[in-house]
């Protein structure tokens, strides 16, 4: 398929320029185009999404339990000292529900959302099970470069919860977009990936919704609170976070033993 030489931005509607043209899935040629005004770089219309998501979850992401693992150290001492640790949180496009039980495993009150995938994890701990009110914060790894329309997304994400704070993950890239053969992250051959950011655009997302950027390696925060910066630096990284990561168990409890007695109670045990 022959490009475009521009295209609407999604984030910002300017007029985008043609980057580089490659095959996704292994068979489909996808021009990808850049906007000089918020540095997104986006596919063309992703027509073939839905052949791509035939399987909620691709089968090159070998990296599923260890980022899941790795995320949860890392979230729980970023929650743990920045925010409202006894709060109420979710975990949106969370996948097989494995983020969500590990953080009730160290003592968070956390919940699942997905829109396609089924929760295997954390069943009984879905969003629409759970007590009302607004969440404390929610999290979104790996979702945002999935999304054809990032701005309605985080629109609706933060209508529906009633969050001040979205926590998130993506790789990021600076100046001009990567060479196709340079930069792992375009995951060509799953055709899933399909946005690419720089951290002046999202900072120009948050600034839509009033709310606050910050940014520790490939972890993502936008939130109406003020952080600082340092500190969230300082939290996230390795020696920090493996001397801190056992602390919310020992402080809020785990609620692996209380979620079973629920659960049985809750079935009739």
Known sequence: MR??????????????SLAF?????????????????????QTEHPYWLDE???????A?????LWRNLYLARVTSVVLFFLFDRRGRFLDAAGGYGIFTRLMRDNGFDYYWADKYSPNLAARGFEADVG??????????????????DPVAFVAELLESTGTDTMIFTTELF???PPAPDAWWYYAFPTGQHITFYQRSTLELIGKRFGMNFYSSGMLHIWTR??????????????????LFNGLPRRTLGSRTFADHESLIQAHGG
Do not use: Q, W
């Not at 043209?21 to 770089?41: A, I, P």
């Not at 090159?60 to 599923?64: E, K, L, Q, R």
């Open 3 to 16: 490009g475009f030489d521009s295209v609407p931005c999604r984030i910002c509607s300017s007029t985008t």
């Open 21 to 41: 043209t490659h095959k996704v899935l292994g068979k489909y040629d996808c021009s990808y185009y850049f906007c000089n005004n918020c540095g997104v770089l």
């Open 52 to 58: 791509a998501y035939e399987s909620p979850v691709a």
């Open 60 to 64: 090159a992401d070998t990296g599923m």
């Open 131 to 148: 007590p009302g009110g607004p969440y404390t914060a929610v999290t979104a790894f790996e979702v945002m470069e999935h999304l054809p």
């Open 174 to 176: 600076a100046g001009e």
């Open 225 to 242: 609170a003020k952080l600082n910066p340092l500190a969230l630096r300082l939290l996230t990284s390795p020696a920090i976070v493996s």
